[in-house]
C-alpha cells in the first residue's frame, strides 16, 4: 500500500521525489515526487528557528508520523513550548496545552493561523499529496533553474474557490524529483508564502529535504526554518501513540 | 404708529388658518434645529467620552512601536517595570486616576468552539473610573482582582456557547513566540451597547494576562485621567520630560487625548459636517417660511387694494405687513425654540435609546454608544430663534414692498378675476 507522510513530514514531502525521466506531463512529475514519500511510519527529530525582524527563537520537536493519517509532534524547548503536542488524525489537529491541561480542537479560523508562532500555519500540516492531486489541477508551466538545479515548475490551480493558497507554482527537481521551491498565492493573485528547500540528504532509497525555509509574506521580516536533524523510516510506532489519551499522558 | 401695531395684530387674528400654518412652519423649523443641533453634539460628546474611557485616557503612556503599530497590537513593545513610572505620575497633583492595560489577540475555545478576539488585561478596581464595566454586567458578577475569571461580551459569549460558570481555554503566542493557554471561569457577561465591544472583546484581571504572555511587571498602556481635561497636552508633556530624566523618553510616549486621530482628524470634520446640515435645514425652513409669508401677502392683494384706495401711505403699508410677520415669527420660534428644548432637555435627561439601530453597525474602534443623551445648548437656542425670526422678516420684505406698490385699481381688478 502506499503511503505518504502527513503533518510536518508532509510538508518535507510535498518537495520530495525520485529519480528522473523525460516528456514528463505535471500529473507523471507529481507522481514521481510523491512516490517519493512511500513509508509506513517515521520519528524525527527537528529544530524550527522562527526569525522576526531581528529576533530569532529556537524551538525543538520531535515527530511519529504513521502514513498520511496520523502523526504526533512533541516539543522540547523552549521552556513555555515544552509539553505542547499536536496530534493530527486526518484532517482534524488537536493541540494539548500542558499550562492549562487542556486539548483544543483547532477548527476554522484557526487553521490559517501560525502555528506556534511559525510562519506555517496548522492548516499548512493537514494538507496532503492526495487532496493536492484531487483539488487542484496541475499543469506543466516552464523549466527553469533553481538554486543551480534545473527544475520544472508546476502550477496547481485550486478547483474550489474558497481555498487559502488557490495557486501554487512548484519548482520540482528535473533529476531527483524533489521539490525545490514553491510559491503559494491567493484568489488575488497575492503570494502569501515561499517554500524553500536548501538541503537534501539522501535516506537510503530517497532523497529527502532536511532544511526547509517557510516565509509567511503577510507578516513583515519573517520565515521559519526546519531543520530535520534526525530522521528514521518504517520503524516500530505504539499503537496508542496517536490518541487523545496519549496527549494527556505526561 | 401705535395704531398700526394694533392693526397688524389683528391682521394675524383675522386669518386664523393662514396665521396657524406660518406659525406652525416656523415652529417645526425652530425645534429641528435646536433638537438635531443637540443631537449632533450628543453624539460627539459620546464618542470623545467613550475614546477617552476606552482608548486614550486623557492621557495614555505607551511603547511608542505600540503605538505606532497600534491596529495590529504588537505585543512585544511593553512598557516595562510600569510601577515605577506610575509612582511618579501619581506624585502630580492634575491627575485623578489611572490604570493600565494589556492588549493583545487571542483565541478563546470552548467545547469545539474557537473564536478569535481581543483580550483585555485590567486592573478590575482601576477600570471602574474608565471601561465602567462593573456597570455593564447584565448576567453573573464583575470581575474580581488577581482571579482566574473572565468577563465578555455578551455577544462573544453567545457565539462560544459560555454562560457564568463555564470555563474557557484562552490560547496565545507570547512575546517569545511561544504557544501558552491558561483556562478561566466565566464570572459575567457585559453589555455596552458598542457592537464591537460586545462582540469582540473579553477582559482579565492583567496579572493573568502578563502570565499569557510571559511579561511580568509590564504593561501596553496606561492610562491616566485629569481632574482637567484641558489640561492634558500640558501634563503629557511634563510627563514626557519625567520619562526622559528617566531616560526612557526614546521608547515611550505620553500622549493627550487631543492628539488622537479620531480627535484630530474627523471632529473638525463632523463640526463642519453639523455645520453644513444645519445650513441645509435653516434653508429648507427658510424657504417654508418665505413660501408662507409670501403667500400670506398675496392672498390679501384685494384686501390692499381696498386699505390703499382708502388712503392708507406705502410705508405704513409695509409696516404693517413687516409687524404681522413679526407676531407670527416671534409666535412661532418661540414655540419652536420652548418645544425643542424641551425634547432635547428631557431626552438629554433619560438618554435616547438607538440599539435597534446600532446593533447592526461594526465599527473597527468602539465609536458611539446606542444610547445618546442630546446636549442642550443656550447658544443653539438663541441663534435658531434669531436665524428663524431673520428669515421670516427678510422673507416678508419683498412681498410688503410689492404689496405698498401696488396700483390700487390694479389691485381691486386682480381679485375679481
Given at each position: 500500500?502506499k503511503?505518504s507522510?502527513?503533518?510536518?513530514?508532509?510538508?518535507?514531502?510535498?518537495?520530495?521525489?525520485?529519480?528522473?525521466?523525460?516528456?514528463?506531463?505535471?500529473?507523471?512529475?507529481?507522481s514521481?515526487?510523491?512516490?517519493?514519500?512511500?513509508?509506513?511510519?517515521?520519528?524525527?527529530?527537528?529544530?524550527?528557528?522562527?526569525?522576526?525582524?531581528?529576533?530569532?527563537?529556537?524551538?525543538?520537536?520531535?515527530?511519529?508520523?504513521?502514513?498520511?493519517?496520523?502523526?504526533?509532534?512533541?516539543?522540547?524547548?523552549?521552556?513555555?513550548?515544552?509539553?505542547?503536542?499536536i496530534?493530527?488524525?486526518?484532517?482534524?489537529?488537536k493541540?494539548?496545552?500542558?499550562?492549562?491541561?487542556?486539548?483544543?480542537?483547532?477548527?476554522g479560523?484557526?487553521?490559517?493561523?501560525?502555528?506556534?508562532?511559525?510562519?506555517?500555519?496548522?492548516?499548512?500540516l493537514?494538507?496532503?499529496?492526495?487532496?493536492?492531486?484531487?483539488?487542484?489541477?496541475?499543469?506543466?508551466?516552464?523549466?527553469?533553474?533553481?538554486?543551480?538545479f534545473?527544475?520544472y515548475?508546476?502550477?496547481?490551480?485550486?478547483?474550489?474557490?474558497?481555498?487559502?493558497?488557490?495557486?501554487?507554482?512548484?519548482?520540482?527537481?528535473?533529476?531527483?524529483?524533489?521539490g525545490?521551491?514553491?510559491?503559494?498565492?491567493?484568489?488575488?493573485?497575492?503570494?502569501?508564502?515561499?517554500?524553500?528547500?536548501s538541503?537534501?540528504?539522501?535516506?537510503?532509497?530517497?532523497?529527502?529535504?532536511?532544511?526547509?525555509t517557510m516565509?509567511?509574506?503577510?507578516?513583515?521580516?519573517?520565515?521559519?526554518?526546519?531543520?530535520?536533524?534526525?530522521?528514521?523510516?518504517?520503524?516500530?510506532?505504539?499503537?496508542?501513540?496517536?490518541?487523545?489519551?496519549?496527549?494527556?499522558?505526561? | 404708529?401705535?395704531?398700526?401695531?394694533?392693526?397688524?395684530?389683528?391682521?394675524?387674528?383675522?386669518?386664523?388658518?393662514?396665521?396657524?400654518?406660518t406659525?406652525?412652519?416656523?415652529?417645526?423649523?425652530?425645534?429641528f434645529?435646536?433638537?438635531?443641533?443637540?443631537?449632533?453634539?450628543?453624539?460627539?460628546?459620546?464618542?470623545?467620552?467613550?475614546?477617552?474611557?476606552?482608548?486614550?485616557?486623557?492621557?495614555?503612556?505607551?511603547?511608542?512601536e505600540?503605538?505606532?503599530?497600534?491596529?495590529?497590537?504588537?505585543?512585544?513593545?511593553?512598557?516595562?517595570d510600569?510601577?515605577?513610572?506610575?509612582?511618579k505620575?501619581?506624585?502630580?497633583?492634575?491627575?485623578?486616576s489611572?490604570?493600565?492595560?494589556?492588549?493583545?489577540?487571542?483565541?478563546?475555545?470552548?467545547?469545539?468552539?474557537?473564536?478569535?478576539c481581543?483580550?483585555?488585561g485590567?486592573?478590575?478596581?482601576?477600570?471602574?473610573?474608565?471601561?465602567?464595566?462593573?456597570?455593564?454586567?447584565?448576567?453573573?458578577?464583575?470581575?474580581?482582582?488577581?482571579s482566574?475569571?473572565?468577563?465578555?461580551g455578551?455577544?462573544?459569549?453567545?457565539?462560544?456557547?459560555?454562560?457564568?460558570?463555564?470555563e474557557?481555554?484562552?490560547?496565545?503566542?507570547?512575546?517569545?513566540?511561544?504557544?501558552?493557554a491558561?483556562?478561566?471561569?466565566?464570572?459575567?457577561?457585559?453589555?455596552?451597547?458598542?457592537?464591537?465591544?460586545?462582540?469582540?472583546?473579553?477582559?482579565?484581571?492583567?496579572?493573568?494576562?502578563?502570565?499569557?504572555?510571559?511579561?511580568?511587571?509590564?504593561?501596553?498602556?496606561i492610562?491616566?485621567?485629569?481632574?482637567?481635561?484641558?489640561?492634558?497636552?500640558?501634563?503629557?508633556?511634563?510627563?514626557?520630560?519625567?520619562?526622559?530624566?528617566?531616560?526612557?523618553?526614546?521608547?515611550?510616549?505620553?500622549?493627550?487625548?487631543?492628539?488622537?486621530?479620531?480627535?484630530?482628524?474627523?471632529?473638525?470634520?463632523?463640526?463642519?459636517?453639523?455645520?453644513?446640515?444645519?445650513?441645509?435645514?435653516?434653508?429648507?425652513?427658510?424657504?417654508?417660511?418665505?413660501?408662507?409669508?409670501?403667500?400670506?401677502?398675496?392672498?390679501?392683494?384685494?384686501?390692499?387694494?381696498?386699505i390703499?384706495?382708502?388712503?392708507?401711505?406705502?410705508?405704513?403699508?409695509?409696516?404693517?405687513?413687516?409687524?404681522?410677520?413679526?407676531?407670527?415669527?416671534?409666535?412661532?420660534?418661540?414655540?419652536?425654540?420652548?418645544?425643542?428644548?424641551?425634547?432635547?432637555?428631557?431626552?438629554?435627561?433619560?438618554?435616547?435609546?438607538?440599539?435597534?439601530?446600532?446593533?447592526?453597525?461594526?465599527?473597527?474602534?468602539?465609536?458611539?454608544?446606542?444610547?445618546?443623551?442630546?446636549?442642550f445648548?443656550m447658544?443653539?437656542?438663541?441663534?435658531?430663534?434669531?436665524?428663524?425670526?431673520?428669515?421670516?422678516?427678510?422673507?416678508?420684505?419683498?412681498?410688503?414692498?410689492?404689496?405698498?406698490?401696488?396700483?390700487?385699481?390694479?389691485?381691486?381688478?386682480?381679485?375679481?378675476?
Amino acid at each position: 500500500m502506499k503511503k505518504s507522510a502527513s503533518a510536518f513530514l508532509m510538508l518535507l514531502f510535498v518537495l520530495s521525489g525520485p529519480l528522473s525521466g523525460q516528456e514528463l506531463t505535471a500529473e507523471d512529475i507529481l507522481s514521481r515526487r510523491d512516490d517519493n514519500m512511500v513509508f509506513q511510519t517515521a520519528y524525527a527529530e527537528m529544530e524550527m528557528i522562527i526569525t522576526i525582524g531581528k529576533r530569532t527563537v529556537s524551538k525543538e520537536f520531535i515527530s511519529y508520523t504513521q502514513g498520511t493519517e496520523k502523526s504526533l509532534i512533541e516539543f522540547l524547548s523552549p521552556a513555555r513550548d515544552r509539553g505542547t503536542k499536536i496530534l493530527k488524525l486526518e484532517k482534524v489537529l488537536k493541540v494539548y496545552f500542558p499550562s492549562a491541561e487542556r486539548i483544543m480542537r483547532i477548527s476554522g479560523h484557526m487553521m490559517r493561523q501560525s502555528m506556534m508562532g511559525s510562519d506555517f500555519s496548522y492548516e499548512d500540516l493537514t494538507e496532503t499529496a492526495e487532496e493536492l492531486k484531487k483539488e487542484y489541477t496541475s499543469s506543466l508551466k516552464d523549466e527553469e533553474d533553481y538554486d543551480g538545479f534545473p527544475c520544472y515548475i508546476i502550477e496547481l490551480v485550486s478547483k474550489k474557490e474558497d481555498r487559502t493558497y488557490f495557486t501554487q507554482k512548484i519548482w520540482i527537481d528535473k533529476d531527483k524529483f524533489i521539490g525545490r521551491k514553491a510559491e503559494l498565492y491567493a484568489r488575488s493573485g497575492k503570494l502569501l508564502k515561499l517554500l524553500t528547500v536548501s538541503d537534501v540528504q539522501s535516506f537510503r532509497n530517497r532523497f529527502y529535504p532536511t532544511r526547509v525555509t517557510m516565509e509567511d509574506k503577510v507578516r513583515k521580516d519573517s520565515k521559519t526554518e526546519m531543520i530535520v536533524k534526525k530522521i528514521d523510516f518504517d520503524i516500530d510506532i505504539p499503537q496508542d501513540t496517536f490518541t487523545e489519551r496519549n496527549l494527556l499522558r505526561r | 404708529m401705535k395704531g398700526i401695531v394694533t392693526l397688524a395684530w389683528r391682521n394675524i387674528g383675522r386669518n386664523r388658518r393662514r396665521t396657524l400654518l406660518t406659525t406652525i412652519a416656523i415652529a417645526i423649523a425652530v425645534m429641528f434645529v435646536v433638537f438635531v443641533q443637540g443631537y449632533m453634539k450628543g453624539i460627539l460628546d459620546n464618542f470623545v467620552q467613550n475614546l477617552i474611557r476606552n482608548d486614550t485616557g486623557h492621557i495614555k503612556l505607551a511603547a511608542k512601536e505600540f503605538l505606532r503599530l497600534e491596529r495590529t497590537l504588537p505585543k512585544e513593545h511593553l512598557i516595562f517595570d510600569s510601577v515605577s513610572i506610575e509612582e511618579k505620575i501619581l506624585q502630580m497633583p492634575e491627575i485623578q486616576s489611572k490604570t493600565e492595560r494589556i492588549r493583545f489577540h487571542l483565541v478563546l475555545s470552548h467545547r469545539d468552539r474557537n473564536e478569535p478576539c481581543l483580550g483585555i488585561g485590567i486592573n478590575p478596581s482601576g477600570e471602574k473610573d474608565f471601561l465602567g464595566l462593573d456597570k455593564h454586567i447584565i448576567e453573573g458578577s464583575y470581575l474580581r482582582d488577581s482571579s482566574s475569571e473572565m468577563i465578555l461580551g455578551y455577544r462573544l459569549a453567545n457565539k462560544l456557547g459560555v454562560s457564568p460558570g463555564d470555563e474557557l481555554l484562552a490560547v496565545t503566542t507570547d512575546i517569545n513566540y511561544s504557544t501558552y493557554a491558561l483556562t478561566f471561569k466565566v464570572a459575567g457577561l457585559i453589555r455596552t451597547g458598542l457592537a464591537t465591544l460586545d462582540k469582540h472583546f473579553f477582559y482579565i484581571p492583567l496579572d493573568k494576562a502578563q502570565v499569557l504572555l510571559d511579561c511580568k511587571g509590564a504593561v501596553h498602556e496606561i492610562l491616566i485621567l485629569l481632574k482637567n481635561p484641558d489640561e492634558a497636552p500640558k501634563v503629557a508633556a511634563s510627563i514626557q520630560e519625567m520619562l526622559r530624566d528617566e531616560g526612557r523618553g526614546e521608547t515611550i510616549a505620553a500622549v493627550p487625548w487631543q492628539q488622537h486621530f479620531m480627535v484630530r482628524f474627523y471632529m473638525p470634520y463632523a463640526n463642519s459636517f453639523i455645520f453644513v446640515l444645519m445650513l441645509i435645514i435653516l434653508f429648507i425652513a427658510a424657504l417654508v417660511i418665505l413660501n408662507t409669508m409670501l403667500m400670506a401677502v398675496l392672498e390679501r392683494t384685494h384686501e390692499i387694494g381696498i386699505i390703499k384706495s382708502l388712503g392708507m401711505r406705502d410705508r405704513t403699508i409695509s409696516m404693517m405687513i413687516f409687524l404681522e410677520s413679526l407676531f407670527i415669527g416671534l409666535i412661532g420660534s418661540a414655540v419652536g425654540g420652548f418645544l425643542g428644548s424641551a425634547l432635547t432637555l428631557y431626552t438629554q435627561k433619560f438618554g435616547l435609546d438607538l440599539s435597534q439601530f446600532m446593533d447592526k453597525f461594526e465599527t473597527p474602534v468602539p465609536i458611539v454608544s446606542s444610547m445618546i443623551h442630546p446636549q442642550f445648548s443656550m447658544r443653539i437656542l438663541a441663534l435658531s430663534v434669531i436665524f428663524a425670526l431673520a428669515t421670516a422678516l427678510l422673507s416678508s420684505l419683498y412681498p410688503s414692498i410689492k404689496a405698498s406698490r401696488m396700483m390700487p385699481v390694479e389691485a381691486l381688478r386682480s381679485s375679481l378675476k
